[in-house]
């Protein structure tokens, strides 16, 4: 049973965290749909500390509220009921526009790719590197980083010259070329093929390592489970366990795995 798993308090146990400040530091947040009658809460007191370098896998079934979090988390909407520090700035109670300022420094991966048809791979890329106001440098950048997800070759094509694959690292590129501290990724490796998705997740795991960022990663694939230094379980709305991948398939053998993580 998941529910064996503990929920941590504080650092996990794997991670010096002694000197260490908190990237992602959330304090009983809860976070509610709608309005009067049709208000409906979605997320319940969830507590929760995720670190510099490391990957924290979240998982959970369908309509958990792992989407939710993530959106909270990446200021893509506002929270209002208890403390969230990202990057150390609290977010509950900043209007929109001081938002937009913090998601400058958080690098987003969604399942729809979100890639401009018209524009090429690179230009894709490169602006994002506008955002940074590096107008000159931009196409070499995006070149490099296109480079670094394998797809050199393909900086000039459009998306509807790619494969579903080769659209979803264009993404990543994006995600990754100004070097965010904070990376959300939600089933970024879902429409990919078994070794695309393993070169995806190799990459963010070497930008974890050597750049020290968070990745906080949505994903119901067991294919990439190896990669979290943690894996947390969100169950209706409640954080249910956080764990290291040991303990967490210690906790489900496969049979209780598929039926109960995998379920969609
Ligand atoms: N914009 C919205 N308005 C109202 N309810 C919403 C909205 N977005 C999500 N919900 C509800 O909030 C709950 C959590 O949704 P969320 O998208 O966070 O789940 P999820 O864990 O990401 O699910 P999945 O694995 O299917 O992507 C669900 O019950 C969903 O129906
Ligand atoms: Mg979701």
Do not use: W
């Amino acid at each position: 049973m998941s529910s064996a798993l503990p929920i941590a308090s504080g650092s996990p146990p794997d991670v010096p965290t002694t000197s260490t400040e908190a990237s992602i530091q959330v304090r009983n947040l809860s976070y509610f749909f709608g309005r009067g009658d049709l208000r409906k809460q979605v997320l319940f007191d969830i507590s929760l500390d995720l670190y510099p370098g490391q990957i924290v896998i979240m998982t959970g079934p369908s309509g958990s509220g792992k989407t939710t979090l993530l959106t909270l988390i990446g200021a893509l909407r506002s929270a209002t009921e208890g403390s969230l520090r990202v990057l150390g700035q609290e977010l509950v109670g900043l209007g929109s526009r001081q938002l937009v300022e913090i998601r400058r420094n958080i690098g987003f991966i969604f399942q729809a790719h979100n890639l401009f048809e018209s524009l090429t791979a690179a230009q894709n890329v490169e602006m994002a590197v506008e955002l940074t106001g590096n107008f000159r440098g931009k196409r070499q950048q995006a070149v490099d980083i296109l480079s670094q997800v394998g797809l050199a070759e393909r900086a000039d094509y459009k998306p509807a010259a790619l494969s579903g694959g080769q659209k979803q690292r264009v993404a990543i590129a994006r995600a990754l070329v100004n070097q965010p501290q904070l990376i959300l990724a939600d089933e970024p490796t879902a429409a990919l093929d078994k070794q695309s998705g393993r070169d995806v997740v190799t990459l963010m795991q070497q930008l974890a390592q050597e750049k020290g960022c968070t990745i906080l990663m949505v994903t119901h694939d067991n294919r990439i489970l190896d990669v979290a230094d943690r894996i947390i379980n969100l169950v209706d709305g409640r954080l249910e366990s956080d764990a290291s991948p040991q303990q967490y398939a210690d906790a489900h053998a496969p049979k209780s795995l598929d039926q109960k993580m995998f379920m969609m």
